[in-house]
Structure formats: C-alpha cells, structure tokens
C-alpha cells in the first residue's frame, strides 16, 4: 500500500513539474499559447487523475497507463508542431489564440496536480461524488432535469443573440461596402485631394474587411457555431423529453404498489375487526350456552355452530389479509430497488449528457470568439497602417501640386509658338545627353535620400513607397503616348526661352515616340522626356518608380493586367516597348520595371517543378534565389531576425504574383526585408522535391547524426585540454567533411549550384551575426527541413518523425559553418545582375554575369577520390604533440581561439600544414 502512494506521488510531482515548465515557456514566449496546447494539457492531466493507482501492479500496468501514454504523445506532438511552425516563421499574428494568464482564464494555473487534487475544498466533484451526491436527495431527478431545460433555454437565448448580432452585422457590412464603393467612386474624380490615395485604401480595406467578415458570418451560421449548438439543443430536448418520461412511469409504477400496499393493509385492518367480532360473539354465544337449560339448548347448539363457522371464516380471512399484505410489501420493496437503480442510471445519463453540451458549448464558443478575434487583430494592423501612412503627409503638398500643374497649363500655352520653334531649330543637333531615369526619380521624389540612408543602415521599408508624377503631358485622349513632333512640346519648368542645349527626341516616321526601328538607337531618357513626352494623357495618375520606366499609351483591346490579374476593359495602359498591360489606377503600385523588349508570359514559379525554372538559367540557379540574396545582402545582413520575423502577408503575396509576372524585372527595393525572407523561404517550401534529393534524404541525415555524435563527444571532454585523443576527433571531423562532398556529388548540378549559392549567401548572414542574431543554428532551424525532407506519406506524424527537425536543422548548420571547407571557392550573389530602377538594359554584359558553378566532380576529379590517412605511429604521435593544446569546441560556432586550432589541425590532416601527416 505504501508503495502505490508512493508511485502515485512521484507520477504526481512529474506531471507538476511537467505543467510549471510548460506555463513558464508559455509565459515567456506568448506566440507559442494556443488553445490546442491548453486542451493537451488538460486533457493529460485529467487521464492522469482517472487512473486507479490501488489496481496497479507489474500485469496491468502498461494497459492502466495506455491512455496517459497517448495523451503525453499528443502533447508532445502539438508542443512540437507549434514550435517548429513558430521557428519556421508560418506563425503569424493571426496564425494562433493568444489567451492571457489569469485566474480568470483556462490557462496553465488552474491545470495542475494541486488544483485537481483540491478540488473537493473548492467545490468540485468527480463523475463519482457527483452521482453520490445527487442519489441522497430525494429530488435529484427532478433537479437535473430542471438544470437541462435551463441549459436548453440559456442556449437559446445565446443563438437568438448570435443570430441577430450576425444578421446586424451582415446588414451593415452590406451597407458598408455600398457606401465605400460610392465614396470611392466619388473621391476617385477628384483631383489633388490631400491623403486622397490614404483613403481610398482605407476604403479599399473596408470592402476587403466587409467580404471577409461575411465569410466569417456565413462560417458562424453554418458549422462553426449556430448549426452545433442548435444541434445539441434538440439533442438534449429530446433526450431530456424521454427521460423525463421514463421516470414519469417509473414513479406511477412505484405510486400504484404503494397504494396497493395501503389497500392491503387496510384489509388487514378490516379483516382483523371483523375476526374480533366473530371472536366475541362466539365467546357470548358460549356463556348464553352454559347458562341455559332444557329445550333452549337446542337452539343455543346451531346458533353456536354458526358463529364458530363464522369466527374461523374471519380467521382465514384475515390470514388471507395478512398475505397479500406481506406480498405488496415484497413488491413495494422491489419496485423502489427498481426506482433507486432507475435514477442511477438517469442521473448518469443527464450528467453524460450536460458534459458534452457544455463540450459542444465551449468549442462553438472557442470558434466564435477566436475568428472575431482574427478579424479584429486583422482589422487592427490595417488601421495602425493606415495611421502610420497619415502621419508622414505633409500638409499643403497636394495644394502645391495642384498650383504647379494650373501654372504649368498656363505656361505651356503661352510657350507654345516658343515649342515650335525649338522643334523646327537647327540647333537641336547640339543639345547634350539627357539625365538618368535614378536622376528623374530623385528629382521627383525628394524622400528618396531618406529612403537610401535607411537602406545603408539596414533599416527595412514597412512597404512600397511611390511616387507622383512630377510632370504632366498635353495630350488629348485620342493620341497615343508618343504623339506627333508638334505636340511634343517642352515643360516650361525645365526649359527656358535661353536654354537650347538639350537634345530634342527623335521623331520616328510612324509618328509615335518609340517603334522597333530606333528602339536600340534611342538615348536614355531626359528628365522632361520621362515627364510630359512619355505620360501623355496619365499627367494626373500616381505612379511608382517602376512604371515609371514605361512609355504608356491607352489600351485599345481587352487583356489582363499584369499587376492585380484582372481583365482590363475601360481604363487600360500598354508599354510602347515592353507590351506590358495593366489598368490605370494599378500605376501607383507597378513594380515591373520595362525590359525594353516583350514581357515574357506569366510562369509557374511557387510549387513548380525546380527543373523547371532551373533549365531557363546558364548556372542552373534560379533566379528567383539570386535576386532575393542579392537584395538581402545588399541591405539587409545587419537588420536583427532577418529570416526569422514575418513579413507582411498581403505584401508577401504580392511579391510572389510580381516574380511570376515579371521575373528579374521586379523591382524589389520597394519591398521591407522580412516581405523578401519570407518570399524565399515559401519558393524553398513549397519546392516539390527540395535540393536534397529524397532519394538521399536517408544518407544525409545520418551523416546528421554522425555530426551529432562528434559534438556529443567534444562537449563530454571539453574540460580535458590534456586528451589525447583529439587529434582523433580532428579526423573524425574531416572524415565528416569528406562524407558530405561524396554525398553533395551525387545531386546534380543545378541541385548543387543552388545549394551552393544558397549556404554562402547564409554564411555571410552568420558573418553579421553579432548584429542581426542569426547565427548557423537559427538558420539550420529555419532552412532544415525546407532543404531536406523525407519523401511525403500518408503516414501519421510521430514522435520519432519529429526529431528527425534537430537531424535536418544540424544538417544545415554543419554546412554553413564548413561552407568553405565543403565548397571549393565561394559564389559572391553580389554579382548578379539584378535589375534596378537606376539603370535597366536590353543588353548584359556576359562577363558580367557570374560563372556557372561545377559540381565537384567535374571541378576536381583526382581530389574527389581522395582520403585520409596516418603513414606510420610516428605520424600519430607528432599530431598528437603538436596538437597537445587543442580545447574542444562546444558547438560549430565556438571562440575565435578553438576555430582557429581545429583549423590548424584540419590543415595538418589534409597536407595543408607542414607536419608528417600524408595525403593519398
């Protein structure tokens, strides 16, 4: 006995110090509460109680436990899942419940060994007390049965709430969406408004809150609150009805036995008076017997046979009586058992039932409130947004526009002739080359400085930064973009009656500004050229900087836009140059750049096949990679938890659909950092067959574990200086280094190439890591299983699935430590040439664009046959003492002072370093 209250203490403890390590890692890391955790919890610790610890011996033990055994599982599993999802960065905001601690809450606090235990001085009772409890009153039954038409009538009035708040608010969002639409409409006319386009995103955001919010209406009516409940409430009606019911019959059963009970012993009662009045008129009858004499004895003789017939009559009467009266008492006693087990049973069957309405209860309570809470939290960030974005208005801007472009209309009127003449001038063949677009750019947008020293402090953008047009055309409606040469007339403002010294554009014969005649023999163009001669009838349309790189004209047919895919109908623009299409008021978020030749066609780029894309490149690289490392270490390298904070969904995506669109013409400085991570760390995911192949997924993970065992060695004699045994383990790691390039030979070139681009472009993050907190680990975690992944199944998730993270995660950390070591020479991503505003060309250099990479086979066949060995003991013995004072390293990232020993050994081993060691 006293061993099983042991036992039963210690699993006790365990569970305790189980739950306060959970609520502290909860408590410090809020993204990581959910409610899913919560109920794993709750759920082990109630599996945890129902075990009968005075049964349990060595026989049953395993099968008395199963349940805990499961239940520990699901923890670890949910735990994990929501941890790696959080490493990954797929958690968002949005992605989890966050649900604060207090004593209020369902939270860590009351889900405990001492909370359980003490639940009895609280109040509570287990299933058993509970029944135990309800069976001595009289009027259980009737208790809880009155509890369930309650419970029935309380839910009621919550639907009858949720239904008509749900059809108010879709009412609303309704009307909302109405009048965001007219206002808009309205707004849209007019011009040179201040935060004009801050408001119609504001109302742009309302119609996407509106649809998403009848979405979630339409969720909450129809399986995820209303539909559940209601559905549980018939139930419980139903089965409330039927109970009630049943122990109706129950009790008219056991009301007629009593009353039969009473009528028998009422009879009883009858039959006993009536056997004492026979009895006592016999006992006359025989005195009247003694006393007479004579002829009167006669008659006294058949009187007194009579009353003695009568007497023993009422005597079996009444025995009779007695009978019937110990078989209704029987019966009665029968009946009540019966009427005892039958509330047994009913009290368990309503407690049964009241637990799963009130299951049922809190999951559509859960629902509803979690999916507010989503749309708030969504509805929250947009309008903090929004907020930001208002702050950074300058007041009378758009007043100023507008009196630039009034005085702008007047002067081009009165230097008409002035035009004419300077398009008809021989002097025009004298002008000088026209500034650069990035000048134009600069020019029009005087925050561009602020935008360049944020980006050289590694600072991110919170989203795209456009543009207004600085110039505007003069052209009708009906003309093209181009125009003719007389309606080409210069901007009074960057052109005075004395200045003839700018060279004035061709005039192609066709009578547009661009055709495929003199698209290679055009200069770059002017300051005014990107203004008036290249906007044309768009001189009020916001722009950004990459449409600004465009010659527009309208649309005369219906296509697709290539920025928000939708068909353009009315209000369409198409580059001269690049055939680029898309509507008018998608200008303002444009970040195609124009190639100066056709836009290729829309590609299959996020899930695609890594063939593919990889084929359309010389290197095998795709370009997707290259564009986005280039990008981060251009400004990013320093910027803290680069890789590891999210980005801003809507912008993410919008990311994702340019490079499908555009490819390497997407201007992605418009972007923050973290929106440029997570569109790499999606392309890595979302791969079909990541760079490691699966069919060599078994190889390298346990060349993993094989790492992890060298580590395991160093860290349990890192205190052993004096071990001689490390020049061993400088082999081991060698021998490790060797195993990975065997394996890394086997993926083909593409494969390999990206791998390679990909790791270096990490160590240079892990480089900065005293600045942005990435070290090797942090990326192993995040990059692991996006490069290394078992081939998919259908194959629950177990726990021994889960570990195989740690294996992929130090997988990648050895190959960004050890890049240098793994690959032969190093990939510099800065080379690649990745368009830009400043300057975009028909034509690259190819000696600009970086040498695609070998795989090692094909770089050094002899070496890659190459291995390690000692020639004599002698050799062992001169590592070993010039190696005396080597310290083992901890982990891959250890001091300055060890990387540099281990690097000494390294080189002894491989014939880098003059010592007696040789190299077959």
């Given amino acids: 006995m006293e061993r099983r209250d042991c036992f039963k203490e210690v699993i006790h403890i365990r569970l305790d110090e189980l739950l306060r390590v959970l609520k502290s890692v909860m408590n410090k890391h809020q993204n990581l509460n959910s409610v899913d955790l919560q109920n794993a919890a709750e759920m082990l610790t109630a599996k945890v109680k129902a075990v009968n610890f005075t049964e349990v011996n060595e026989e ?19 735990f994990g899942n929501i941890l790696t999802n959080f490493l990954m960065g797929d958690v968002g905001n949005d992605s989890l419940l966050r649900l604060p601690v207090s004593r209020e809450s369902k939270s860590f606090e009351n889900v405990s060994v001492e909370s359980v235990d003490s639940s009895n001085e609280k109040g509570n009772f287990s299933p058993i007390e509970l029944d135990s409890v309800l069976l001595k009153n009289t009027d259980s039954v009737e208790l809880a049965l009155s509890y369930a038409k309650t419970w029935s009538k309380y839910t009621k009035n919550i639907v009858s709430w949720v239904e008509k708040k749900l059809n108010l608010e879709l009412e609303s969002t309704r009307n909302i969406v109405k009048l965001a639409e007219a206002t808009r409409s309205n707004i849209g006319m007019q011009e040179f408004m201040p935060l004009q386009s801050l408001f119609t995103s504001a109302l742009l955001s309302d119609i996407k809150n509106s649809h998403l919010l009848q979405q979630t209406i339409a969720a909450l009516q129809a399986n995820k609150f209303v539909q559940p409940l209601l559905g549980r409430k018939n139930e419980m009606e139903k089965q409330r009805k ?503 030979r086997q993926l083909p070139v593409s494969n390999f190439n990206s791998l390679h681009y990909l790791i270096v472009h990490l160590k240079r993050v892990v480089d900065h890591a005293e600045e942005n907190k990435m070290n090797s680990k942090n990326l192993g975690v995040i990059f692991g299983p996006s490069l290394i992944r078992p081939r998919p199944t259908t194959a629950p998730v177990t726990i021994s699935s889960l570990a195989e993270y740690s294996n992929q995660a130090r997988l990648v950390e050895f190959l960004i430590t050890y890049s240098q070591k793994i690959f032969d020479g190093s990939l510099q991503p800065q080379d690649v040439v990745v368009c830009s505003i400043g300057g975009v060309a028909s034509h690259v250099d190819q000696g600009c664009l970086p040498k695609p990479l070998l795989s090692p086979e094909e770089r050094d066949p002899e070496h890659s046959t190459k291995s390690l060995f000692f020639s004599s003991k002698e050799d062992m013995h001169t590592v070993g003492s010039e190696t005396k004072s080597f310290e083992p390293a901890t982990s891959f990232e250890e001091s300055e002072r060890k990387q540099n020993a281990l690097e000494k050994c390294d080189a002894c081993l491989t014939g880098e370093w003059p010592c007696k060691i040789h190299v077959c």
């Fill in 242 to 744: 039927e109970i009630k019911e049943l122990w109706k019959q129950e009790q008219n059963k056991m009301l007629e036995t009593e009353t039969a009970l009473k009528k028998a012993k009422l009879l009883c009662m009858q039959r006993q008076d009536e056997y004492e009045k026979a009895k006592s008129s016999m006992f006359r009858a025989e005195e009247e017997h003694l006393c007479s004499s004579g002829g009167v004895v006669k008659n006294l003789n058949k009187q007194l046979e009579k009353k003695r017939r009568l007497e023993e009559e009422a005597l079996q009467k009444v025995e009779e009586a007695n009978e019937l009266y110990k078989v209704c008492v029987t019966n009665v006693e029968e009946r009540r058992n019966d009427l005892e087990n039958t509330k047994r049973e009913i009290l368990t069957q309503l407690q049964k039932l009241v637990f799963q309405c009130d299951l049922t209860l809190k999951a559509v309570t859960v629902n509803l409130f979690q999916m507010q809470h989503l749309q708030a939290a969504s509805l929250a960030s947009n309008l903090q947004s929004l907020c930001d974005s208002a702050k950074l208005y300058d007041p009378g801007q758009e007043y100023s526009e507008f009196v630039k472009a009034t005085n702008s209309t007047e002067e081009e009127k009165v230097d008409g002739n002035v035009n004419k003449q300077l398009t008809n001038s021989p002097h025009t063949a004298g002008y000088g080359p026209s500034d650069s677009l990035e000048d134009v750019v600069r020019l029009a947008d005087p925050s561009s400085k602020i935008e360049e020293d944020r980006c050289s402090n590694s600072a991110d953008v919170t989203g795209p930064s456009f543009i207004r047009s600085w110039t505007f055309g003069m052209f009708s409606d009906s003309e093209s973009t181009g125009g003719s040469s007389e309606s080409r007339s210069l901007d009074s403002e960057s052109i005075s009656p004395g200045d003839f010294h700018r060279k004035l554009p061709r005039t192609p014969s066709s009578g547009t500004m661009s055709s495929a005649d003199d698209l290679d023999e055009r200069e770059p163009p002017s300051p005014s050229e990107a203004g008036p001669n290249s906007l044309g009838t768009f001189k009020k349309t916001l722009m950004s900087k990459a449409a600004l790189t465009h010659k527009f004209r309208k649309l005369r047919s219906p296509t697709k836009c290539r920025d928000c895919e939708g068909i353009v109908v009315f209000q369409g623009v198409e580059c001269e140059e690049c055939l680029l299409v898309c509507h008018r008021k998608c200008l303002e978020n444009l970040v195609i750049i124009c190639g100066h030749q056709k836009l290729p066609g829309k590609i299959h780029l996020f899930g695609a096949e890594f063939t593919q894309v990889a084929k359309k490149e010389s290197d095998g690289i795709p370009f997707i990679l290259k564009i986005c490392a280039s990008e981060i270490e251009h400004r990013a390298l320093c910027l803290q938890g680069i890789y590891r904070v999210c980005g801003n969904k809507i912008k993410t995506e919008k990311l994702c659909q340019a490079l499908e669109n555009g490819m390497h013409l997407v201007d992605i400085s418009e972007f923050s950092s973290h929106d440029i991570c997570d569109v790499l760390k999606l392309y890595l995911r979302q791969l079909p067959e990541p760079f490691i192949l699966f069919r060599l997924y078994k190889e390298f993970i346990d060349l993993a574990k094989e790492i992890q065992h060298v580590n395991e060695e160093q860290e349990s004699k890192k205190d052993n200086s004096e071990d001689k045994k490390w020049p061993s383990m400088c082999i081991e790691i060698n021998r490790i280094l060797i195993k990975s390039k065997d394996l890394l």
């Fill in 60 to 78: 049953n033990k395993n099968d008395l436990f199963k349940e805990v055994f499961s239940s520990i599982e699901t923890l670890a599993f949910t």
